[in-house]
């Protein structure tokens, strides 16, 4: 059995035969330590450049285009089974939380019963994909809008939490002291042509005192027995206002083909 | 005596250039490789390559220590370097095992290289969307940017000051000269809650009606984390605002400093890239009769030089431009239909090392053997000098 003082003997008799080798390698080791070892904050610059391709470009000034990253994590292996931030507290993401689910509850229940509609003049209709059974835009570019007609089984969130959902897609702050009910009821009952209850949402009423360029969003829910379809108009305040009687005759002009 | 043969009689050298040791790292790198894939599956992808392939150790069972990758591929370097210094016998005889040494070597350069300067991100676009930069997946800035009217009605250009926040401690000043202010870092917190409201601190701006901030426990997954900090903007002119960034938010914080409105956010960090991609259209083939994908791609416009050109990115058919290779990661769909694309993003200097590393090493191989081949038994020369 190697005794203490014979061990520490071994330890000294190598340590100063090779004091200079042990020497260089702490000193590479520190070396090591220390590369890369960012003290101060790191300052950069760079051209950010985001290109859309089709009207309207809905991006607020102030607004983050990456905002939709948010909540929304690439599921990719690295991210996989994370969820989103979800306990951001108070007012500021309760919303959003209830929109998570609502997400995942309407991917789950798109209905695909065929429906007609009529495409209002001066407006050209796009396949539908996704979710979408429809997309139209206007051949107007001062005022560009897009219109989209999708059709939901079940409640699909019900008309509040989707009221909510679109108000911050074009960022209207939901106060604690909104009453969405109260809002959905000063919105005016449609009929479609084949007697169908709509409620009309008018977003821009909410806006009164915005520039003309924000954006804003015109929608429309109508009731089905077991389902809603979800008519929505996009563009900025000025666009969806002049579109607005077109936008009305799209939603009356929609049928269940039976 | 020469420098090598002297150096040779030293025990500690002579450790250092076994080759009992270099099958020790080897068996150790076996043993990482199959337990850090296994890991994956509970842990997660960049847990698991945290724990045994970017550490030196590691606690098995929260008590013992066990070599991780860095400790075990430095160590393998040392040994390998030791050897062909001091052991490998240089004679032309030799050329095919010398050369697989060399290449051994350069894949271990080549890992380094990847381990220091390699950066990861991602790009999400929806379709028809057009981008010139990355985002990171667990850095975070301050970027700031001046309000300019857009040129083109469909594009926004912004240029933006980015400050990392990697090393925010409290008190920490940043001097932003180019823009005619500096930054004071009051509180900075890399995971917390925020919380709206509270009269008592109503001199900070922020857009989402902000006002304080409390510090949660660092989750082990740093993409959990969102930070957020209160900081003190002082201009040349004596100004003094105090604004709170919480990386949760949508919306740009504004500040009016000399009559320009600058955009404030703390936000994931984006990484300029050298062309600008946009998804012209993201295909996806379903397994039938259910909604799991069972193949998706990207077909991307890339825009070098005011030439756009196509590529399909799929799965195992990256996009490669210059030291980047842009990967299909994943997808998602919203719930009015718009498909969204997300692209991994890999910037390595070094991408080609490992390529070289095999062609060396693989050549070294088919050298030794034909030499094995046309040598006489009686001729062959040691590959190494034996330890004195």
Request: hydrophobic letters at 40%.
């Amino acid at each position: 059995m190697l005794g203490y003082s014979a061990f520490k003997k071994i330890i000294m008799k190598n340590f100063r035969r090779n004091r200079n080798l042990i020497g260089i390698g702490l000193s590479f080791l520190l070396l090591l330590t220390f590369v890369g070892c960012e003290r101060t904050p790191q300052k950069r610059q760079y051209t950010e450049i985001i290109i859309e391709s089709e009207p309207p470009l809905n991006l607020a000034s102030n607004e983050d285009p990456y905002a939709f990253l948010r909540g929304r994590m690439p599921q990719d292996d690295i991210h996989q089974g994370l969820m989103p931030q979800d306990d951001i507290h108070a007012s500021l993401n309760r919303q959003d939380m209830q929109n998570m689910g609502l997400d995942s509850e309407l991917n789950k229940s798109v209905d695909r019963t065929p429906l007609t509609w009529k495409t209002p003049s001066g407006w050209l209709e796009k396949t539908g994909s996704g979710m979408r059974l429809a997309t139209f835009v206007n051949a107007d570019a001062n005022n560009p809008i897009e219109a989209t007609i999708v059709s939901l089984g079940g409640e699909a969130g019900g008309v509040s939490a989707n009221v909510i959902r679109w108000m911050q897609q074009i960022n209207l702050k939901v106060s604690d002291s909104f009453q969405v009910e109260d809002f959905i009821k000063r919105q005016p009952q449609l009929k479609t042509t084949s007697n169908l209850p709509a409620v009309f949402i008018d977003f821009t009423e909410l806006q009164q005192d915005e520039k003309p360029g924000v954006a804003s969003m015109m929608a429309a829910v109508i009731e089905r027995e077991n389902a809603q379809i979800f008519v929505k108009m996009t563009g900025s305040k000025q666009a969806v206002t002049a579109n607005r009687e077109i936008f009305k005759s799209l939603v009356q002009s929609i049928r269940v083909s039976e | 005596m020469n420098c090598r043969e002297h150096l040779r009689q030293y025990r500690i050298i002579g450790f250092f250039t076994s080759v009992k040791l270099t099958t020790f790292f080897l068996l150790l790198l076996f043993i990482l490789t199959f337990w850090g894939t296994v890991a994956q599956v509970h842990n997660g992808l960049y847990l698991a390559q945290q724990r045994y392939f970017h550490s030196f150790f590691f606690l098995v069972m929260e008590f013992l220590p066990f070599p991780g990758g860095q400790a075990v591929m430095w160590g393998l370097f040392f040994n390998l370097v030791s050897v062909a210094l001091l052991r490998l016998v240089y004679k032309w005889q030799n050329v095919g095992i010398i050369i697989i040494h060399f290449g051994l070597l350069l894949f271990l350069i080549s890992g380094f290289i990847t381990h220091r300067f390699a950066q990861e991100s991602f790009l999400t676009l929806p379709e028809g969307r057009a981008s010139n930069v990355s985002t990171a997946y667990h850095d975070w800035e301050i970027s700031v940017w001046k309000e300019t009217p857009p040129k083109f009605p469909l594009q926004i250009t912004r240029e933006v000051m980015a400050v990392n926040t990697k090393n925010f401690k409290t008190g920490q000043v940043v001097d932003l000269n180019e823009l005619g202010f500096q930054l004071t870092v009051k509180e900075y917190r890399r995971n917390c809650n925020a919380y709206v409201g509270g009269a008592e601190r109503s001199k900070i701006i922020n857009a989402s009606g902000i006002h304080r901030l409390k510090l949660m426990p660092l989750e082990k997954e740093p993409q959990k984390n969102t930070p957020g900090g209160v900081f003190d903007i002082e201009t040349a002119k004596g100004e003094n605002y105090e604004i709170l960034l919480f990386g949760g938010e949508s919306k740009t914080t504004i500040v009016k400093i000399g009559g320009v409105e600058y955009n404030m956010m703390l936000r994931l960090a984006r990484y300029p890239l050298p062309f600008t991609l946009k998804l012209v259209d993201f295909m996806m083939e379903k397994h039938p009769g259910t909604d799991t994908a069972r193949s998706f791609k990207s077909l991307v416009a890339i825009e070098t030089k005011n030439v756009w050109r196509d590529k399909l990115i799929s799965m195992n058919n990256p996009l490669r431009y210059k030291d980047y290779t842009l990967y299909q990661s994943s997808y998602a769909i919203d719930n009015m239909g718009y498909e969204f694309s997300t692209l991994a993003v890999v910037a390595n200097v070094g991408r080609i090392l490992p390529y070289i590393s095999t062609f060396v090493t693989f050549g070294g191989l088919v050298i030794h053997f034909i030499l094995m081949a046309f040598t006489a038994k009686k001729d062959v020369e040691p590959i190494f000098v034996e330890n004195d």
